[in-house]
């Protein structure tokens, strides 16, 4: 017996005595209830944009204010984007009468659902959204209800609606509405199986065209799947479509629609096992254990097998590979590869679709979404994803079919993509004149710091650079010079033994190879050994070091390998530091590559924050530095903080508030400050004070008016490194903060020492700062 995909749900709910279906054992039953219960109730708050601490606010935000806002969208409906939330506001809308896994549960017991996916759309793609469960069951009503809610949502997402009421209300809805209406159980679902479907095609070897497609479940989601596929390229007498009373047939009256009625085969009545033969697609959108083992042995070479029913699929992947083990496999949960999740697509879809003010969501946005998906996960995987995903193979491959749902490239690839599909289909209100910017902004909101560092990537362009990192086994550092190989013009150089790294770049997927896309340094077998230890030799010599000492630090210490690549220009900058002790490496650094005229000046950390950029310094370089160091930390700061694009405004920090305390770090910080008051600067800086008052303007003018920053200091200049690197670790732990760096000054570009902590896009930055033409930067 076959079950829909609806009535699936139900039958499992009521069937099953498998704990995990009601929510797991009773430890994970019990954390998922806090989840929700702890510290607040639910999943959502309404937050206000806009700040209300006075009258003056409040004659803004409310009366007399904001009728002028209410009168300008009067005479021009398009500016209720500009004056509202309108044009970033979604409605996720069920009557909760098909909720996924659970049934007919009622509106009421589907808001836990329904307020997780407004949580989705809000992190993956930043859309703000309202749940609303109505106790509705009549469809005409139903549409009724959710087409008067156009004047308060940019779009309208129909969630878990059963069959065929979904399809009435869909219809009715898109044709009285002006806004995109889209029911996720159907064409997400559609969506999301035409990209893993697409992929795993091009794995067989098989095409559209010629596949001979069985499908289980002719509910919303199975019908809008099969519908996807015709698009796609599947011949409609290609199409088997079975369910619970056997194979969709012509003459068949029991259990019909008219959806199911577009694929009845001729003949009469049979069943899945009647045509499961020679089957290259089964979709499977039913129950569990529908597909048997023995039927996925007459399956065609290489089955393509889309088992979706959750939890437990209509047959485990084990089993299905027991009898053709060459079987590419995609189920709907997790603990499989290739988890067919509407997550990597909703989200993105209306993203653009809202950027362009689309009126609808029509098949070549849908497409355009299939695509973008589909070519995302046979491109490199993203460093984030891998790391997200830790211990999984993310190479793609039979395994590794769509993307995974964390992979922070989606929200460009695939919104721009549906943006584009809505201009060039004549249904985006609102069209984007400049489409890779477009996409570089959708980037930027996912990877924090891409705005900040594009001039520094965009100076970085100017000149080819060799940048050779001492660690080049670390697969940080292999997903870095990939990302360097792809986006940039400079050159990577890795340190490293040439059969590991390449062993680590195929586990990773990563498509680039030793000695082919980047140059190698074997510290094991280089034909070079003898002129670096020679070298080191030679600048070491009256240092105490010995030839068989040099022999052995260039066999083992792969900081000092660069650092003497660097010396020899056979590289421009050296980046090391990924493990180990920060002024470890710095001893080797200035060894082999400090001279009078380069010495480390100090560690500068750009701390990424919700409200803006915010440098912090010295974090690594001196413990306790002199009015000297401090001074001349202050000035590399500015030139620094330029390489951004960012006017600098640079705070002396201690305990010490303008003279108030006769303490080491004030009289230090009071010295710095008359060293640099002693000739004209072209920054503004100001000291000694608490961070409150660099960062409050208000509260610096109570305790020296006149003083010199303008604003907010972006710049914080501590006193010693544990009160710079306490702040640093605090913003990057707790304050949800993002550090790009730390950046060495004083050594003109040639070498930079980052953290144990960094990411792969941590790596790719720094690249980008070591990459920039040395010409003005300390």
């Known amino acids: 017996m076959l079950n829909h995909s609806d009535q699936g749900r139900d039958d499992a709910m009521a069937d099953s005595k498998d704990d995990t279906a009601r929510g797991g054992p009773d430890g994970l039953r019990q954390a998922a209830l806090d989840y929700h219960r702890l510290p607040k109730p639910g999943k959502l708050e309404i937050r206000a944009t806009k700040p209300l601490a006075n009258g003056r606010d409040l004659s803004r935000a409310y009366s007399p204010g904001v009728a002028e806002a209410c009168l300008e969208i009067k005479a021009d409906p398009d500016t209720a984007r500009d004056y509202t939330s309108r044009g970033n506001l979604v409605a996720v809308v069920t009557n909760g009468s098909a909720v996924l896994g659970l049934g007919n549960i009622g509106a009421l017991a589907s808001k836990p659902v329904m307020e997780g996916k407004a949580v989705l759309f809000k992190k993956f793609a930043n859309i703000d959204c309202f749940d609303i469960e109505l106790e509705e069951k009549d469809p005409e009503k139903l549409a009724e209800i959710v087409c008067a809610l156009e004047p308060t949502f940019g779009a309208i997402n129909l969630e878990d609606i059963k069959a065929p009421d979904c399809f009435i209300v869909e219809k009715i809805c898109r044709e009285r509405m002006n806004i995109p209406v889209f029911h996720d159980d159907q064409h997400g679902t559609a969506i999301v199986v035409g990209a893993a479907a697409s992929n795993a095609l091009r794995v067989a070897k098989k095409s559209f065209a010629d596949i001979k497609v069985v499908s289980t479940g002719g509910g919303a989601a199975g019908i809008a799947c099969l519908d996807m596929l015709l698009k796609l390229g599947v011949r409609r007498e290609n199409v088997y479509l079975c369910d619970l009373a056997g194979l969709v047939h012509e003459g068949r009256e029991a259990d019909m629609t008219p959806q199911k009625a577009a694929y009845a085969q001729p003949g009469g009545p049979r069943s899945l096992d009647d045509v499961i033969d020679g089957a290259d697609l089964f979709l499977g959108l039913s129950g569990p254990g529908v597909l048997k083992p023995e039927m996925v042995g007459r399956m065609a070479e290489r089955p393509i097998i889309f088992a979706l029913a959750n939890p437990t699929p209509e047959i485990m992947p084990d089993l299905a590979r027991e009898v053709q083990p060459g079987a590419i496999i995609a189920t709907g949960r997790s603990d499989f590869p290739n988890q067919v999740n509407n997550v990597l697509c909703f989200p993105f879809i209306f993203r653009g679709a809202l950027d362009v003010g689309a009126t609808t969501i029509n098949d070549e946005m849908k497409i355009a979404c299939i695509e973008g998906i589909a070519a995302l996960a046979r491109a490199t995987t993203s460093a984030e994803a891998a790391a997200a995903y830790s211990g999984e193979q993310l190479s793609f491959g039979a395994d590794y079919l769509i993307p995974k749902p964390f ?146 630090i260039m066999r083992t210490n792969t900081t000092a390998i660069g650092a003497v690549m660097v010396q020899r220009e056979e590289a421009d900058s050296l980046i090391c530091g990924t493990f180990g002790q920060y002024l470890w490496h710095l001893n080797y650094i200035e060894q082999v590559l400090g001279t009078q005229a380069l010495r480390p000046v100090g560690a500068l950390s750009l701390m990424i924050l919700e409200d803006g950029p915010l440098f912090v310094a010295d974090t690594q370089v001196h413990a306790e530095p002199s009015p000297e160091q401090i001074a001349e930390t202050v000035e590399g700061c500015a030139r620094h903080i330029r390489r951004f694009g960012i006017d600098p405004q640079i705070a002396l920090c201690s305990h010490s508030q303008f003279g108030n305390l006769d303490i080491s770090s004030g009289r230090r910080m009071r010295a710095a400050l008359e060293i640099l008051d002693a000739q004209p600067r072209d920054f503004a800086y100001e000291g000694e004070m608490h961070v409150d008052a660099a960062l409050d303007p208000a509260l610096r003018a109570r305790n020296l008016p006149g003083a010199r920053l303008s604003g907010a200091a972006n710049c914080l200049v501590f006193a010693n490194t544990d009160a710079a690197s306490g702040v640093r670790n605090i913003l990057k732990m707790k304050g949800a903060g993002l550090e790009v760096g730390p950046v060495l000054m004083g050594m003109g570009n040639r070498a930079h020492i980052v953290t144990p902590s960094i990411t792969a896009r941590g790596l790719l930055n720094m690249s980008a700062i070591a990459g920039t033409p040395v010409a003005h930067y300390g």
């Open 407 to 552: 992979d922070p490239r989606l929200m460009g690839v695939v919104a721009s993509a549906v943006a584009k599909a809505a201009m060039e289909t004549g249904v985006a209100a609102r069209p984007i004149a400049d489409m890779e910017a477009y996409k570089r902004r959708l980037d930027s909101s996912v990877f924090k710091s891409a705005l900040l560092m594009r001039p520094v990537f965009d100076a970085a362009r100017s000149a080819e650079r060799r940048i050779v990192f001492a660690e080049g086994e670390d697969e940080r550092v292999l997903r870095a010079a990939h990302a360097i190989i792809e986006e940039t013009t400079d050159t990577p150089i890795l340190i490293g033994r040439p059969e590991v790294i390449e062993t680590r770049c195929e586990r990773a997927g990563l498509t680039i190879r030793p000695g082919i896309d980047f140059e190698i340094v074997n510290p094991e077998n280089d034909p070079r050994y003898r002129d670096y230890w020679g070298t080191y030799h030679e600048i070491m010599a009256r240092k105490g070091v010995t030839p068989d000492l040099a022999k052995a």
